[in-house]
């Protein structure tokens, strides 16, 4: 009787190790799908959970490996097919942000690595389609994928557009650190304090902590002078959110809700002027926030999110008296 494991046997021995940053990978693609309410026809059809992914993610070494080949293969199937479909599509860009982060590498590098465990599931997928056996009541198991790629697309076709790249900027690390400090500093602005301005600033609804936290975090991953790609809310929630920063260190609401020290500004060394004395920090805020908010005027005159934005801002100053 033939062995149905001997295929097994022509894996490299060192396999696991080409496999690890593609199992984890697809591993933490497949939890964020599953994750999602829509996908729960996905899950009832591969019968995977962020549990069972977790644990098939603590596989660490070949013996291991093997041995979830030999007991249950089709579940590993799953979760690379899974992972596969997810780090294809939009789904994965919060997956792919924070691998980015944890391992501290720039866009091309983590597109080489998305690249590289792509192809080796694609390779390894195909493998364990001429081995593995179908689920029951499914004829093969290249049947049970495409059943799986048309639930799949559903849950795609169900997410909303993604919102098209309005601006690409390289910034300078102060300008970078500035826009930074800006939504930080609004982040913190107390929404209960009784400050005809404060109170007005928290009718902002994309200015809201919830709403700037996804900015934040984007901000926090670029470096000085690389490529920061920003949709037009985005843009909408740096231009108001460094009006908003200007504001408050123009008036006297940065004493009166105890942030001075908080937020210190710029070095000295950074807003110093050549030849000149060095100017104060309110004059270096007030100049970096009239820069970027006339550049963002000055590139999007017609654009109505930009209009009805500025509106809001100028109506926002009047609470100030």
Known sequence: ????????????????DQLAHCLSLHGMAATE???????????????????????LNHIQTQTA????????????????????????????APVL?????????????????????LELSGAFLATLEEHVAAPAGVASLGLYRLLVEEAFAQVVAAQPAPALPAANLRLAEPQLQMLRLALLLVHS??????????R????????????????????GRVRAQEQLTLTM????????????????????VMSQIGLEDAFPILPEEEVAVTEAAPVSNRQAVGEMVSGFTHWVQHTFPDAPEIQRARQEILALADTLG
Not at 33 to 55: D, G, H, M
Request: aromatic share 8%; net charge negative.
């Open 189 to 198: 602005l107390p929404n209960t304090a009784d400050h005809p301005f404060l």
């Open 65 to 92: 490996l093997l041995a979830q080949l030999r007991t249950e293969p089709l579940a590993l199937y799953q979760l690379l097919l899974l992972g596969r479909l997810t780090l294809e599509t939009s789904l994965a």
């Open 233 to 252: 809310p985005e843009l909408v929630q740096l231009y108001q959110g460094m009006q908003v920063c200007g504001m408050v260190f123009v008036s006297d």
């Open 1 to 16: 009787m033939p062995d149905s494991f001997a295929w097994l046997n022509a894996l490299p021995s060192d396999f696991y």
């Open 200 to 219: 007005a600033v928290a009718q902002f609804p994309n200015l809201q902590p919830a709403a700037l936290e996804p900015l934040i975090e984007h901000l």
């Open 97 to 117: 942000a924070y691998v980015q982060q944890q391992m501290g590498i720039d866009a091309a590098q983590l597109d080489t690595l998305n690249t590289y465990c």
């Open 33 to 55: 799908l599953l994750s999602r309410p829509e996908a729960q026809p996905l899950a009832e059809l591969t019968r995977l959970s962020p549990e069972k992914v977790q644990r």
